[in-house]
């Protein structure tokens, strides 16, 4: 990955031809389980080949909300996604703390290897903070229907949890999608607005921006990049 500043305040994300991995949790405050996971997916910002040859991201879910304690950071959207990928495995069922590498089920408590597979670049300039361009230019020149999707990313985020199976510990969270914009390219370029922040939760000190691109009505991503924001 790439990241460059203009004296006009555009960002520049571009990604290498080779693929880089999209790496997701899904995750809720609500789970026992989920903060030893959380600690590991946090512990990637110390990686050099963060951005370069991963882009991780966390989707808080909203199942166990039932438990006693609504997690500020998940989404009944999140929820579908990961359900989404159950029905896409023939699974008949969801769970925390939960990996997904590229679009597969991923269980291995390694950093992700570098990918030789040839995707394309994907590139995504970002202006002034707010306005877009994302351009995929695929590994194969065949041009095909595509969506980008475009998430923005929240570090440092912290909960005093008073209820639920975590009732009394202080959880900390990196990499949540705290707000996430999906469009449908055409010729492999589109213009957007990078997603306002739409969770709540206490203000994150540092941000990042995830951007992946699909074939149209799939979920498995092609390509992938990321960055920290200025």
Not at 1 to 22: D, N, Q, W, Y
Not at 78 to 95: C, E, L, N, P
Not at 170 to 192: A, C, I, P, Y
Request: hydrophobic share 40%.
């Amino acid at each position: 990955m790439l990241t460059t500043a203009s004296a006009g305040a555009e960002t520049v994300f571009e990604s290498k031809p080779a693929r880089i991995h999209l790496l997701e949790l899904y995750t809720s405050e609500g789970c026992s389980s989920c903060p030893p996971a959380e600690a590991w997916l946090g512990n990637l910002k110390k990686e050099p080949q963060l951005w370069r040859d991963f882009v991780p991201i966390a989707f808080h879910v909203d199942y166990w909300d039932h438990l006693g304690w609504r997690d500020p950071f998940a989404s009944k959207i999140w929820t579908a996604r990961q359900y989404d990928y159950s029905a896409r495995w023939k699974s008949g069922s969801v769970y925390t703390p939960g990996f997904v590498l590229d679009g597969r089920e991923w269980r291995n408590e390694s950093v992700p290897s570098p990918s030789a597979e040839a995707a394309g670049v994907l590139t995504i300039r970002l202006l002034n903070g707010e306005r877009v361009t994302a351009t995929f230019q695929p590994a194969s020149g065949v041009g095909r229907n595509y969506e980008i999707h475009l998430a923005r990313l929240g570090f440092e985020l912290s909960t005093d949890v008073k209820a639920g199976e975590n009732s009394g510990r202080k959880l900390r969270h990196d990499f949540v999608v705290l707000s996430l914009t999906n469009e449908v390219m055409q010729g492999g370029t589109k213009e957007l607005r990078f997603p306002a922040t739409a969770s709540g939760g206490t203000a994150n000190t540092r941000g990042a921006l995830a951007a992946w691109v699909t074939e149209a009505g799939q979920m498995e991503p092609i390509q992938a990049v990321g960055g920290w924001l200025p």
